[in-house]
């Protein structure tokens, strides 16, 4: 486990470069936790930007999921907060397809999962401190997140 402040803008962006930078070759599945407005959002936005996404990236809250296909890697962003509990189990043969392959797959609100998350990911836990200060606290589960947490030096 680790965790970062990022006092700023600035900061939250040189995270996001560091992530992008170890998740462009092999990609990860990554569980998303904060309150509303901590920056999930925000967060997969500047991933997105580093790893070449040109086009607009939007919260997927209205859609459960938004794919980008024009950057070094497929990046899927799942919102599960709609669906709750009993609707995750309706998707959770897709996200254990998402998580397989070279691709970044961002789950946001990951505690509805009920624990039915693939087993090798990243864990983010976003705190919102003040206006632009954020606390990111990674939690590698299995060999391709350990690698990823010890390249975020």
Known sequence: MKTFVCKNLDDTDLLAEKFAKLVE????????????????????????????VEEKVTSPSFVILNEYHCGKIP??????????????????????EYSQGRCLTF?????????????????????????????FTFIAYGEKAQTILEGLN
């Open 75 to 96: 990046i899927f962003h799942f919102d599960l907060y709609r669906l709750e509990n009993e609707g995750v189990r309706t998707i959770l043969d897709e996200l254990e």
């Open 107 to 135: 789950a946001e609100w990951a505690e509805f999962s009920q624990g039915e998350i693939p087993l090798d990911r990243l864990e983010i836990q976003i705190e919102y401190v003040a206006e632009t200060e954020r606390n």
């Open 25 to 52: 070759n092999d990609g990860c599945f990554v569980c998303m936790f904060g309150d509303i407005g901590a920056g999930k959002t925000a967060f997969v936005k500047k991933v997105a930007k580093h790893l070449g």
